[in-house]
């Protein structure tokens, strides 16, 4: 049972626009949700990230939005830039002393210039 | 230099080999991962450890064993190699802190099981 989905496995947009991942999660103890890209032959490398207890972080360009009762979180890219192409992990965790996340299976962005 | 590093980067063996995936991290976090990544099917935890003497099977630990020689070293074994744990292997550290949860990953090892 895949506890967090990421429906869209690829996703192309125009540089200088927005792009939206979204994800979705069916576990409703995650706690503490994350972001994460990754670019070939590297390691994936943490974005942002977003605490239950809010319904938005920014960072820059990136914005993470959470919605609770619809068990969904979004990653917004504004403006988008042809160095954002790589795939991106949605990631969650129950919190507590729990330390273990779990991923999804990741939407390869494109940015065409 | 990297916080977290992985040897050796790329490694081509053969059914039936053992084979260690060494893992070391230089920020003394105590806790460590190791997941495998397949195509299609994101990051898999196949072990943890959050501390030297403890150690904890993920969701995929069949065909895998791991030792935790010091807080900073993390190997990954594959006692006997088969075609199907052809994958890419990444090691991870989790941090402290108001970060709790977030883990930082090293640059990871693709294995080829042939």
């Known amino acids: 049972d895949q506890q967090v989905k990421q429906n869209s496995p690829s996703l192309s947009v125009q540089e200088g626009r927005i792009s939206i991942l979204n994800c979705d999660y069916t576990n409703s103890m995650f706690d503490y949700f994350l972001w994460y890209k990754k670019y070939p032959a590297e390691g994936p490398t943490f974005l942002i990230s977003?605490?239950?207890?809010?319904d938005k972080n920014e960072d820059g360009r990136f914005t993470v939005f959470l919605n609770k009762s619809a068990k969904h979180l979004s990653l917004h890219i504004v403006p988008s830039q042809p160095g954002d192409s790589a795939v991106y992990f949605c990631?969650?965790?129950?919190?507590?002393?729990?330390?273990?996340?779990?991923f999804g299976k990741g939407t390869l962005l494109t940015v065409n210039p | 230099d990297a916080d977290v590093t992985q040897t050796p980067r790329n490694r081509i063996t053969k059914t039936g080999k053992r084979i260690m995936l060494e893992c070391s991290q230089t920020?003394?976090?105590?806790?460590m991962y190791w997941y495998r990544q397949d195509p299609g099917l994101g990051l898999r935890l196949i072990y943890y450890?959050?501390?030297?003497?403890?150690?904890n099977k993920g969701e995929i630990s069949d065909g895998y064993s791991v030792s935790r020689q010091a807080q900073a070293k993390f190997s990954l074994s594959l006692e006997s190699a088969i075609p199907n744990q052809t994958a890419l292997y990444f090691c991870a550290i989790g941090t402290s802190g108001s970060l709790a949860d977030t883990q930082y990953f090293g640059p990871g090892t693709r294995l080829t099981v042939l």
């Open positions: 990631a969650a965790s129950p919190g507590g002393s729990n330390y273990k996340l779990t």
């Open positions: 977003i605490s239950s207890i809010k």
């Open positions: 450890s959050f501390d030297v003497k403890d150690i």
């Open positions: 920020k003394g976090h105590d806790r």
